[in-house]
Structure formats: C-alpha cells, structure tokens
C-alpha cells in the first residue's frame, strides 16, 4: 500500500543490472549475493564454500569486492547481521550488550564506518567490512562462526549524499567529534568486555587521526589491535625479513639493511617504527641497539630527505630525522631528493608508503643499480593499484631479475623470457591478523604487545621455505592460508607465555600451556580451529 517513488525504483533497475546473478565472473557484486544468501541458508555450506576456494573468495567477502557492497549496502540489505551502537544508544550500552542472546563471543570487528578502504565516510554501510572481515577470521583462523560479532559504532555521518539519502540506515546527523565520541567508543568497550572478558576486539576503518589515538588509549588495558596500522606493519616486515632471506643471509642481519623510505604519513612511520624496533630487539633491545636500529633509515617526503634541519617536523618523524653529524660524509643534505638519496646510500631497499602512483620513476630505479646489494628490494606498498610507486614491469625492466619485487594492490608475475618468472608480492593483510587473533585468543593473554605482532611477522618471514626465498618469493599463496594462520598463532602463543602475559583459555591454564613445546603448541592451536563439518552424534549413556 505504500507509494513507491521513482528513484526508488530506478534504483531497483541499477541493482539489477550490477547484481543480477548472471554471469558472476563479470559480476562480483552478483558472486557476493550468491555468496551472502548461501550464508543465510546454510552457514556451514558457506565456510565450507569459502574455505574450499579461498583465493577467489577471499577477494568477493573482502577487498576489493566488499567495497561496492558497502557503497550501495541500503540497496544490498536483506538480513541484519551484527550489532549497532549509536550515539543515541549513550548509557544502554551495558544492557545492550547483556542482551545479545550469545553466551561467549571470541573475536569481535569493530568500525566507525568513518574511513573505509579507500572510499572514506560510508557511515553504517561500513558494517560490510565488520562482516567481511570476521568471514576470514572464520575461514582462515577457524574462530567458531557462533561466536564472532561484527560492531558498527554509529556516531553519525559527514558523507553529505547518505545524509540526504531516504534509504540511508544510520543516524542523520554529522559525526560526534572530542569528547563525546571518545565517551561512546570508552563505554562500548567497557560494555563488551564486561560480559565477555576474553573477547579480541578489532579495530577496522577508523579514520586515522583517530585511530592511532584509540590504539594508544587501549592496547595496555584491553585486549585490542588496530590492523590498518599494526597488521600492515607486520605484513610489511615479514616482507622486509624475507628480502634479506632471499639475499642469502639470516633474518639476523636485517639490522644491517639500509633503508629508504618514501612517504612520511602515518602509513610510513608506522612501519619504519615497527621495522626498526624490529631491528632493535634483534641488536639486543637496548639504547645502543636503538640508536643503532634508527641509523638504517632515510625518511624522504614531498620535501625531500628529513634532517634535524628542517622546520615544523611532524613529532612522529623526528626521531628518524637524518642527524647533521651522518649528512657530511654522505654528502646528503636536508631535502635531498628521492634519486639523489638513492645514489648517496645505495640502499638494500626502498620501501614506497607515500600514495604517490609512479614515484619509483625510471630515474630512481636506474640509481638503484649501484645498490650495496645483490639483490635490492623494491616495496611499492601504496593502494590501490594506481598509486603503486611502481609496477613489477618497471622495476624487473630496468634492475633485471636479481630484484626482489613487493607491492600493496595486487600484480601478475611477469614473464622475463627464456623460461623465467619476476615474481610479483602482495602484501595481504589476511597473512596475518588471523593468526593475531587467534594466538592472543588461545594463549589469553591480557593485551596484546609489539613482541606478539613481531613474533606473528617473524614466523610468517620463516614460513617459505629456502628454495621459494631463492626464487623471490616472499610471501606463501593465500590457498595455504590455514596453515600460515595456524603457524603464526603458535609463535603469538609462544611470545605472549615468554612475556608472562598469557593466563590460559578453557581447560589449557597458563602453567601448561608453557609447558608445551613448539610442536605442541601448533597441535594444540590446530585442535581449536573450527572446521565446517557436521560432527556425528554423541548418544548419552545411561
Ligand atoms: C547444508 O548443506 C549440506 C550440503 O548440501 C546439507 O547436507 C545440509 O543438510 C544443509 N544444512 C541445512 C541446515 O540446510
Ligand atoms: C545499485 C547501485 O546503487 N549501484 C551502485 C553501487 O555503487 C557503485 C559505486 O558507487 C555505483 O557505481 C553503482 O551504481
């Protein structure tokens, strides 16, 4: 009996034309419904489906595809799936979240919907990456699906189309900002973790000036991570460790990898402040080895190479600003160029953070020959595709295929001729936060420390084995994602027991679980991952 409008129903048309279950392999949109509607019928079928083929779904459940899903979820919407807190909700939280019917929940994905990918304020149509996200927890880690819980915080939206759009979701109203939005995001975590104290909470898609600010206001209280920033980090470094394997040499001597680095934004110091402290926990983690750690890295932005010289540093940069004692015999100086650096200090690697599409330009790459290596690393890492610093062609054209090419967005391998391969990397995300979870979830430990993320990296580095390294091979296919994600979450176990921070899960207490070798704790991460098969019955005996 409702009047349908017009706009409605020319939106009804667009959906039928980009998701009409036709052919799905020009559809993903179509897949993803596919996808969605086996998950409502048949759960078990669904992981069962995602598990089995988990290179080509991986990319319709998450990125890229998920993306569009969030752009029209209105129009995509059939069954809630999650939890919504809005800003209205203020004060109800704790009786909200006793309400939810699930006894124990494991792994909760949290966002804002405020930043997410690379498509910005999408509000609460942002909760398809919660979801998405948790199907990889389910597949790869095995987190029992009944007990995952995707969480859309609903501050608001700055997006002036959703604010306008009769079918948007969410609250109508621009977002909460300082005090008040912090107020919401304290008593949501509060509230989950009253009632299930041994829940992960993730944290997906924040815009970034908040999201560094959360991860440092709960990491040494909560059980918590951010994955934009620690999970591409660690993906980033267990690149950087396998590079160095691939020269021939132990993981040992990264601390003796020069590296330069383009880009300063958070993206950027985010990972040289991981990378180094990798490097410093392998000198011995100490001043020495800090000081040490930092000499490795030149910091390059739009205004050339950061020295203590320059104006207005960001605070987060200054520590690796280059100090005017080290410029002199290097014959650098503040603001030197990208090439110019490139020449001066003939790096082992030259990692890309900059969202610059072609900074490696053929100038860069060309100085990149006179590298101390005999293998340089070229790690364009920026998203998507289009501001890779460079292409896996441009990079094996010009240095040849001795070169160790990384990238973010996805890239073929490309073919050299005479029977040879320049491998492509990608840096996937899915590498690892599975394992994080998982890991921290199996040893419960109370908070989830720099030496768990290391440990979670290092062991992904060590998982090819020597002959893929050889051939350049830095990180394994996703099809062995299981196995990489048990891995990981055996070494995560491991590190938060030396820590002293684990205290045990179920019937596995804390003095057993150190008691367990390393085989041991890999079977005994293996025995909890979730599999979807129906178990036989267990008949009652009298
Ligand atoms: C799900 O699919 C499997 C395989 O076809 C079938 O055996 C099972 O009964 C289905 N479960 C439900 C709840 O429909
Ligand atoms: C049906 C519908 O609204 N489809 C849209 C999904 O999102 C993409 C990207 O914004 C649009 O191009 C489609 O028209």
Redesign the pocket.
């Given at each position: 009996s409702q009047k349908v409008d017009r706009p409605f129903l020319l939106d009804m048309q667009r959906l039928q034309k980009y998701a009409r279950d036709g052919p799905s392999d020009t559809y993903p949109l179509a897949k993803w419904r596919i996808l969605n509607r086996l998950h409502d019928?048949?759960e078990?079928?669904y992981y069962k489906v995602l598990i089995d083929n988990i290179e080509e779904h991986a990319p319709i459940v998450y990125t890229p595809t998920v993306g569009l899903v969030c752009q029209n979820y209105s129009g995509l919407f059939r069954r809630p799936r999650g939890m919504y807190f809005s800003a209205e909700d203020r004060g109800e939280m704790m009786s909200m979240v006793y309400n939810w019917p699930a006894d124990q929940v494991d792994m909760i994905v949290v966002t804002d919907g405020s930043r997410i990918l690379g498509l910005g304020d999408l509000g609460v149509h942002g909760i398809g990456i919660a979801i998405g996200k948790l199907d990889l927890y389910v597949a790869a880690a095995g987190i029992n699906p009944q007990r995952v819980l995707p969480v859309m915080i609903d501050v608001g939206t700055n997006n002036e189309k959703l604010l306008k759009d009769p079918l948007y979701l969410g609250l109508q109203e621009h977002r909460l900002e300082g005090e008040e939005y912090v107020a919401i995001i304290d008593e949501f975590m509060e509230a989950v973790f009253a009632r299930w104290p041994n829940v992960i909470v993730q944290f997906e898609d924040f815009q970034s000036k908040w999201a560094f600010r959360l991860l440092q206001r709960y990491r040494k209280t909560y059980r918590m991570f951010n994955d934009d920033v620690q999970g591409t980090a660690g993906v980033a470094i267990a690149g950087l460790l396998g590079a160095v394997r691939a020269q021939g040499r132990p993981m040992l001597d990264f601390p003796k990898q020069k590296i330069v680095v383009a880009g300063a934004g958070s993206a950027g110091i985010g990972v040289v402040n991981a990378a180094s402290r990798t490097m410093a926990r392998m000198l011995g983690n100490n001043e020495v080895a800090f000081e040490s750690a930092r000499s490795q890295f030149w910091i390059v932005d739009a205004h050339g190479l950061i020295t203590e010289e320059r104006t207005n540093i960001d605070p987060d940069a200054r520590p690796f600003a280059r100090r005017k004692s080290e410029l002199g015999h290097q014959g650098l100086s503040e603001g030197a160029s990208l090439v110019e650096v490139v020449k001066k200090v003939k790096p082992d690697v030259i990692l890309g953070l900059s969202a610059v599409g072609g900074l490696f330009s053929k100038e860069v790459l060309e100085a990149l020959k006179d590298s101390s290596s005999s293998r340089p690393a070229i790690f364009a890492m920026s998203n998507p595709t289009k501001n890779a610093e460079c292409t896996p062609e441009e990079a094996f054209s010009i240095l040849g295929e001795k070169i160790i090419f990384a990238s973010g967005s996805p890239f073929s391998d490309v073919d050299l001729g005479n029977g040879k391969i320049g491998h492509s990397n990608q840096g996937n995300n899915m590498y690892l936060f599975p394992g994080i979870g998982l890991g921290t979830l199996l040893s419960g430990a109370r908070v989830i420390s720099d030496g768990m993320l290391q440990a979670a990296a290092e062991r992904l580095a060590s998982y090819m084995k020597e002959e893929e390294v050889l051939e350049g091979i830095v990180y394994p296919p996703i099809s062995r994602i299981r196995d990489i994600t048990k891995e990981v979450a055996a070494a995560v176990v491991k590190e938060a027991v030396a820590e002293d921070l684990a205290e045990g899960y179920r019937d596995m207490d804390a003095r057993e679980l150190a008691r367990l070798s390393e085989e041991e704790t890999v079977e005994y991460v293996q025995q909890n991952m979730w599999s979807p098969v129906?178990p036989t019955i267990v008949y009652k005996k009298d």
């Open positions: 019928r048949n078990t079928m129906y």
